[in-house]
């Protein structure tokens, strides 16, 4: 599995608009093939730079696998970015990074015998 991870800092006064073009634009990726789901959370409102007057989710998105995020990042990715800045212009950052998962540990399962 992969996960391909989108940082995005939001001007307060777009961010409703912001956030209702996002939401239809994760179902949209999640119809690709390779993507498993897809978390959208709210980071802290302090980043390292102190500003906290901006709106931060992150969205991290789970793939099969690399080909899956390769194919994507190349056939997808540039129209729907650009997508993005044509709607909102500077209004908003996007960071981008990609994970893979060395180790998943659940506390919750039970491990012992019996």
């Given at each position: 599995?992969?996960i391909?991870?989108v940082?995005l800092?939001?001007?307060?006064?777009?961010?409703d608009?912001?956030?209702?073009?996002?939401?239809p634009?994760?179902?949209?990726?999640?119809?690709?093939?390779?993507f498993?789901?897809?978390e959208?959370?709210?980071?802290?409102?302090?980043?390292?730079?102190?500003?906290?007057?901006?709106?931060?989710?992150?969205?991290q998105?789970?793939?099969?696998?690399?080909?899956a995020l390769e194919?994507y990042q190349?056939?997808?990715?540039?129209?729907?970015?650009?997508?993005?800045?044509?709607?909102?212009?500077?209004?908003?950052?996007?960071?981008?990074?990609?994970?893979?998962?060395m180790k998943?540990f659940?506390p919750?399962?039970?491990?012992?015998?019996?």
């Open positions: 599995m992969i391909y991870e940082n800092t939001v001007d307060p006064d777009v961010a608009e912001y956030a209702a073009w996002l939401r634009h994760i179902a949209h990726i999640l119809e690709i093939d390779g498993l789901g897809a959208w959370l709210e980071r802290d409102a302090v980043d390292e730079n102190g500003d906290s007057e901006k709106v931060r989710w992150t969205i998105y789970q793939l099969c696998d690399r080909a194919a190349r056939d997808h990715a540039p129209t729907l970015i650009r997508e993005g800045q044509a709607r909102f212009g500077g209004r908003f950052r996007a960071s981008r990074r990609v994970l893979e998962p998943i659940n919750n399962r039970n491990t012992g015998s019996g």
